[in-house]
């Protein structure tokens, strides 16, 4: 009953949410798109997981302590952890802001929502921070505003916990696919032999349930899922560069030979098929590894 309410409270945001998340879309993607590499790294490409999530539990836990430190009185140790919390929330923010570029629809209205209570809970920080600077012979005030502000960071810590379990976004799309060793006829329509496939063209063929991609590059038929691992997208209307599928929605990249991930938004390698022909005809099942 309490996450309807809380969930029907987010959404009412939508009417100033929207229009300001697509605002903050366009100039952080004019920002990140350019970067690269750097766009790489803050998404957690390296890490196999994404950044942003890893990094918001340091801040929360340092701020977290800052209130135990006001409490029992040591107001040095509890300045020098809101100044380390602020540093933290800082950087999470950055890798916060390289998934922004790539999140769509009701998700980025949520982000938005959430993106907007973690610039208030900063701005209440760095306050309380500026106050303690003074070194005020009455903490109470920017103890107080340390308090607002743990509440302000749990409020979006949930919203934020809602982009990722509640819409999925930077979650895997084959996280509960299964990796069945059954060879299944594979149905490629009016295309034929895999074989007679044009040379280095993504083509869409179905395995069972699953949607394959299948590429041809000579006698070599590479297979992969055909949705994205980021967010679904089909890599059938992608195209290669460099021995890899790029996805049509955000650019994600996929070694065509392996699935491993080569370029971000995706954190997540593409799930790999074999190919053969059985006495049936060709067939094909989930590559293990």
Not at 15 to 24: K, M, S, T, V
């Amino acid at each position: 009953m309490l996450g309807r309410m809380l969930t029907r409270l987010i959404d009412a945001q939508g009417a100033w949410a929207r229009p300001l998340g697509d605002f903050n879309h366009r100039w952080l993607a004019a920002l990140f798109r350019p970067l690269g590499p750097v766009k790489d790294l803050l998404h957690g490409r390296w890490l196999g997981h994404p950044l942003h999530a890893a990094a918001t539990d340091i801040p929360i836990g340092i701020l977290g302590l800052v209130i135990l430190l006001d409490v029992i009185n040591q107001p040095v140790a509890a300045d020098v952890a809101l100044l380390t919390g602020i540093l933290f929330m800082v950087l999470s923010a950055v890798s916060g802001a390289a998934d922004y570029v790539d999140t769509d629809g009701a998700a980025r209205v949520r982000a938005t929502v959430h993106a907007t209570v973690m610039v208030v809970t900063l701005v209440v920080y760095l306050l309380s921070l500026l106050i303690r600077a003074g070194s005020p012979a009455d903490r109470t005030l920017p103890v107080v505003l340390s308090i607002i502000g743990f509440l302000l960071i749990t409020v979006g810590a949930y919203v934020g916990g809602d982009v990722a379990y509640v819409l999925g976004n930077m979650v895997n799309r084959h996280a509960f696919r299964g990796s069945g060793q059954k060879w299944i006829k594979l149905e490629l329509g009016d295309l034929g032999d895999p074989l007679q496939l044009p040379e280095a063209t993504p083509v869409k063929a179905k395995l069972g349930i699953n949607n394959l991609l299948l590429v041809r590059q000579g006698e070599t038929i590479h297979a992969l899922h055909e949705q994205c691992a980021h967010a679904g997208g089909p890599l059938s209307e992608g195209r290669l560069v460099d021995g890899c599928i790029e996805c049509p929605w955000h650019g994600s990249r996929f070694d065509l030979a392996t699935g491993y991930a080569r370029r971000a938004p995706t954190v997540y390698d593409q799930p790999r098929y074999e190919i053969r022909r059985g006495e049936a005809g060709w067939e094909g099942r989930r590559a293990l590894g």
